[in-house]
């Protein structure tokens, strides 16, 4: 089993830039590397939603058309971390973003088996 953090959010103004961060707690004892990784969000009055996915060597990534060519999806190996690196940030992302951690990188929420709390990001325009 592995606990998930996120941390990175916060109040931003549109067109700025926002990295976010997923990282492992706890004494499991397990690396981010033993999972898929993604990233979902969840707005006000609305389903969760995919954002991202990296698969466990880092080689594949997937993102969904609402972020891609300013959202990335990366690992930090050394750091035990993964990353959602977010450029030009709309109102329209205004979520809360959570990581999950599976056996593959897809956008079916329900692929995954373990969730982190969440972190807020709200973009003001």
């Known amino acids: 089993q592995v606990q998930l953090v996120e941390s990175g959010g916060g109040l931003v103004q549109a067109g700025v830039s926002r990295r976010l961060s997923c990282a492992s707690s706890?004494?499991?004892?397990?690396?981010?590397?033993?999972?898929?990784m993604g990233w979902f969000r969840q707005a006000p009055g609305k389903e969760r939603e995919f954002v991202a996915a990296?698969?466990?060597?880092?080689?594949?990534?997937y993102y969904a058309d609402s972020v891609k060519g300013r959202f990335s999806i990366s690992r930090d190996y050394a750091n035990n971390l993964v990353h959602l690196q977010m450029y030009n940030l709309k109102p329209e992302d205004t979520a809360v973003y959570y990581c999950?951690?599976?056996?593959?990188?897809?956008?079916?929420?329900?692929?995954?088996?373990?969730w982190g709390q969440g972190t807020q990001v709200t973009v003001s325009s």
């Open positions: 999950a951690a599976g056996s593959s990188a897809t956008s079916d929420w329900a692929s995954y088996d373990y």
């Open positions: 706890g004494r499991s004892g397990r690396t981010l590397s033993t999972y898929a």
């Open positions: 990296v698969s466990r060597n880092g080689g594949n990534t």
